[in-house]
T-cell receptor, first 115, second 111 residues
Framework: DAGVIQSPRHEVTEMGQEVTLRCKPI?????LFWYRQTMMRGLELLIY????????DSGMPEDRFSAKMPNASFSTLKIQPSEPRDSAVYFC?????????????FGAGSRLTVL | EDQVTQSPEALRLQEGESSSLNCSYT??????LFWYRQDPGKGPEFLFT???AGEEKEKERLKATLTKKESFLHITAPKPEDSATYLC????????????FGRGTSLIVHP
């Protein structure tokens, strides 16, 4: 398996533009997570899905952020409109049963810079 | 609310100089403590899971230990390739299946 695949790896955009980050989890993993990592706050959970259904989105900072998982092999995290404070590395991770959500396999991340 | 505090924030060692990283935690009923390694430009990579006080896990030069309040990641005779950020995470018994991460310890091992 190629692991968790994220795209794009790097994104530079201007304030106010829409940003879409993409994730392909490992086949057979039934949990999918979106995290954001910054120097100030470390690794923060934004939202997670179980069997394509959003379970907890309490970490999503505000309505500008949205996430979808239309099928078991694809998820998106969208920011609209983007702001400079959204600059961070965004990680997608998935988890394999029967360990449930305990052990996560992370993608390589998408580094977002909002100018 | 589960809390994880890691120390030190950064650690510089000479090759062969053994040391330990600390992870202090507060949870309601520990369901698991996890160590991850993160290399620059990459996502965290799972190392160990510990479930109960007194438990130990080893992998090459790394040994993780667990007490009721903290975990240690012991690094014996480190090599430059051990340089990375080490993240600790805990899962409590509050009903959430999601681990809470600490901010990590950045380790640099000089040759």
């Amino acid at each position: 398996d190629a692991g968790v695949i994220q795209s794009p790896r790097h994104e530079v955009t201007e304030m106010g533009q829409e940003v879409t980050l993409r994730c392909k989890p490992i086949s057979g993993h039934d949990y999918l997570f979106w995290y954001r990592q910054t120097m100030m706050r470390g690794l923060e959970l934004l939202i997670y899905f179980n069997n394509n259904v959003p379970i907890d989105d309490s970490g999503m900072p505000e309505d500008r952020f949205s996430a979808k998982m239309p099928n078991a092999s694809f998820s998106t995290l969208k920011i609209q409109p983007s702001e400079p404070r959204d600059s961070a590395v965004y990680f997608c991770a998935s988890s394999f049963p029967p360990t449930g959500a305990n052990v996560l396999t992370f993608g390589a991340g998408s580094r977002l810079t909002v100018l | 609310e589960d809390q994880v505090t890691q120390s030190p924030e950064a650690l510089r060692l000479q090759e062969g100089e053994s040391s330990s990283l600390n992870c202090s935690y507060t949870v309601s009923g520990l369901r698991g403590l996890f160590w991850y390694r993160q290399d620059p430009g990459k996502g965290p990579e799972f190392l160990f899971t510990l479930y109960s006080a007194g438990e130990e896990k080893e992998k090459e030069r790394l040994k993780a230990t667990l007490t009721k309040k903290e975990s240690f990641l012991h690094i014996t005779a480190p090599k430059p390739e051990d340089s990375a950020t080490y993240l600790c995470a805990v899962r409590g018994g509050g009903g959430s299946y999601i681990p809470t991460f600490g901010r990590g310890t950045s380790l640099i091992v000089h040759p």
